[in-house]
């Protein structure tokens, strides 16, 4: 996945914003921007009736909140984060009082918590490497997280071959899962040996989604909850990404490379009968079911970045 640094390059380029299809045939061919700011990152609350992303609207790249059946089309879009860090990548507690994101200070990016309000800020990751993509744990007891701190010779900045990759950049290949507690205590890693980034807990938590990369190869994989019986789920092909779970865990929505670039695909949760959703202009990444299993929620990169809503297939 391109880090955040890589993706303000692309962003700042063009603004753009979320649009919503509905009654339609897969692939879609064709989807139409609502809003033109930069909006990415985005994950339903766990009532389905708010979005909480990272947003440009009100000046930097902060953690924003809108309600999902808006037709404002972002204009009461409320800012929740503050401060001169730029952060990235928030995911909704369980029980949808707290959000987890990250924020990026000198170049270092660690995990924060906070209330669903914004208040009452607490960072938990502190001096254990590069920190990213945060998601809880389905008791909210912890988050799990992707970390550089268990890489022998992890750098943040080491991008050497990354013009050659599709998905993903050098720096992921010393990236490992772990979980913390919310209060910064009781470090436990999962994996080892790199590559492993973008996870979430199944609905259920006995099984971790995770995209495995290695060198130009990234697929998607699942392990035990434990981090045991790890296993590839993309079969031969070798440029999938961004993997999430369907509400009731029976299936898998992604993104894979092909002819028309990065484009949203569905399988079951084995792997098995994988289907094209978009084959529309663009890059599209980080789908996300909607909780109560309708809808799908994903950024597309044109130029700028956009979000894009969509009706799940049935």
């Known amino acids: 996945m391109r880090s955040h640094t890589n993706l303000l390059t692309v962003v700042t380029l063009i603004c753009a914003g979320m649009a919503v299809a509905s009654s339609q045939q897969f692939p879609l061919q064709h989807v139409q921007p609502l809003t033109y700011l930069v909006d990415y990152e985005a994950n339903w609350s766990p009532d389905g009736r708010q979005i909480v992303l990272i947003s440009n609207r009100h000046g930097g790249m902060k953690v924003h909140l809108l309600d999902s059946n808006s037709d404002g089309k972002g204009s009461d879009m409320r800012q929740i984060s503050y401060g001169p860090d730029e952060d990235d990548s928030p995911a909704w507690s369980p029980d949808g009082r707290r959000i987890a994101f990250v924020s990026i200070h000198a170049g270092v990016s660690d995990i924060f918590v906070m209330g669903s309000d914004g208040k009452n800020v607490r960072q ?3 001096g254990i490497g590069q920190n990213i993509h945060p998601m809880w744990t389905p008791d909210g007891q912890r988050i799990l997280f992707n970390t550089t701190f268990f890489a022998r010779q992890a750098t943040s900045n080491d991008n050497e071959g990354d013009e050659r990759r599709v998905i993903g950049e050098k720096r992921d290949d010393s990236i490992d899962l772990a979980t913390i507690r919310t209060d910064g205590q009781d470090l436990r890693q999962l994996t080892q040996g790199g590559g492993f980034t973008y996870a979430s ?4 938590g006995k099984f971790i989604l995770h ?6 190869l990234s697929q998607i994989f699942v392990m035990n909850a434990d981090g045991s019986g790890d296993h590839n789920l993309s079969g031969a092909y070798t440029t999938d990404g961004w993997p999430a779970w369907s509400p009731d865990g029976r299936m898998i929505v992604f993104s894979r490379h092909v002819a028309n670039g990065l484009q949203i695909f569905v399988m079951n949760s084995d792997g098995s ?15 996300r079911w909607s909780p109560d299993g309708k809808k799908i929620l994903c950024g597309r990169r044109l130029g700028g970045t956009n979000l894009i809503v969509f009706d799940a297939p049935n």
């Open 124 to 126: 938990v990751t502190r």
């Open 201 to 204: 807990y199944s609905p259920d």
């Open 211 to 216: 995209r495995h990369q290695r060198s130009e």
């Open 273 to 287: 009968a994988a289907r094209q959703l978009t084959d529309a202009p663009g890059e599209f990444t980080n789908p």
